[in-house]
Nanobody
Framework: QVHLDESGGGWVQTGGSLKLSCTASGRTLSSGTMGWFRQAPGKDREFVAAFRWYSGGPVVADSVKGRFTISKDNAKNTVSLQMNSLKPEDTAVYYC????????????????????WGQGTQVTVSS
């Protein structure tokens, strides 16, 4: 069983920055896909960014491209999401996700394909 431990989040004004981190524990990660989704009140869950472990570059949603950067630390089983130039529309609960399989590119953005979800961390951007 994989446990996802999220940190970061909070409140920031428009234009500010926040960093989220997520560490996976419970098993040795030799493959898989790990990243972030978000859900704003009254809206559908939305893909943000992800890595396919040990190979491939990051996959980033168009809505955050150029503002958000996802990075990973293989040795620490950690992915981080640096969020810059935050906007009020970025306000949401952000969820760390992980799946034991290396998802094909067409499935990386599909939330139902991830077998493990973190508890979520709130990000609030005030105007």
């Amino acid at each position: 069983q994989v446990h996802l431990d999220e940190s970061g989040g909070g409140w920031v004004q428009t234009g500010g920055s926040l960093k989220l981190s997520c560490t996976a524990s419970g098993r040795t990660l030799s493959s898989g896909t790990m990243g972030w989704f978000r859900q704003a009140p009254g809206k559908d869950r939305e893909f943000v960014a992800a890595f396919r472990w040990y190979s491939g570059g990051p996959v980033v949603a168009d809505s955050v491209k150029g503002r958000f950067t996802i990075s990973k630390d293989n040795a620490k089983n950690t992915v981080s999401l640096q969020m810059n130039s935050l906007k009020p529309e970025d306000t949401a609960v952000y969820y760390c996700v992980f799946d034991t399989s290396r998802l094909i590119l067409s499935r990386v953005r599909v939330g139902d394909d991830y077998s493990h979800w973190g508890q979520g961390t709130q990000v609030t951007v005030s105007s």
